[in-house]
C-alpha cells in the first residue's frame, strides 16, 4: 500500500522538481509526465516521477530539449 507521502498534489510536484505548476500543467497535457487525474485533480506517484526522470537522457549545455 502507498503512504501518503509516495502521492504528490500538483504543488507537491513543482515543490520536489522545482519547476513552476504552469510547467507541469503544460508536460500532464502533453501526456510526458506520469499522473492520473482523479476527478479534476492531477496525482502522481512519487516512484513513477523518480523512474520517468531517471529515463530521460540528460540534455548537453546549450542545448533544448523539444
Known amino acids: 500500500m502507498s503512504k501518503k507521502e509516495d502521492i504528490f498534489t ?7 522538481l522545482k519547476i513552476p505548476k504552469s510547467t507541469i500543467y503544460k508536460l500532464c497535457q502533453e501526456g ?9 485533480h492531477w496525482r502522481f506517484h ?3 516521477v523518480d ?13 533544448q530539449r523539444n
Open 10 to 16: 500538483i504543488e507537491e510536484l513543482s515543490e520536489y
Open 46 to 48: 512519487k516512484n513513477a
Open 51 to 63: 523512474e520517468w526522470l531517471s529515463t530521460k537522457p540528460p540534455v548537453e549545455p546549450g542545448h
Open 32 to 40: 510526458k509526465i506520469p499522473g492520473q487525474k482523479v476527478g479534476r
